[in-house]
């Protein structure tokens, strides 16, 4: 098992809602730049949303205003609240830290990364 575990994934109709965590092991998420990142079948693995230590967000186009990234009071764990799921969201989804990111869609920046969880929206 590696420094970031998710949990949450699962399946769901259109429409509906997910909760994804991410538990760091062995280190804080505090001063790190966490981020949420999916692989859908057949494609590159792509930027979902990010999170600054200062607390500040980044959302990919697709997904604004249905999903809201988020950690704890005590920065030990990371959300993905996804909301009014559809098919096209379906895919693998990613926590990865960095400690200095540049830009959230580079995933060469991230120097730890979650083993993955399934999330699978039907119509």
């Known amino acids: 098992q590696g420094p970031l575990v998710e949990s949450g994934g699962g399946s769901v109709q259109a429409g509906g809602s997910l909760r994804l965590s991410c538990t760091a092991s062995?280190?804080?998420?505090?001063?790190?730049?966490l981020a949420w990142f999916r692989q859908r079948p057949g494609q590159e693995r792509e930027g979902v949303a990010s999170?600054?230590?200062?607390?500040?967000?980044t959302y990919a186009d697709f997904v604004k205003g249905r999903f809201t990234i988020s950690k704890d009071s005590a920065k030990v764990t990371l959300h993905l609240q996804m909301d009014s799921l559809k098919p096209e969201d379906t895919g693998i989804y990613y926590c990865a830290a960095g400690r200095y990111v540049a830009d959230f869609l580079a995933t060469l920046e991230y120097t730890y990364w979650g083993q993955g969880t399934q999330v699978t929206v039907s119509s």
């Open positions: 062995g280190y804080s998420h505090s001063s790190y730049f």
């Open positions: 999170i600054a230590g200062d607390g500040s967000t």
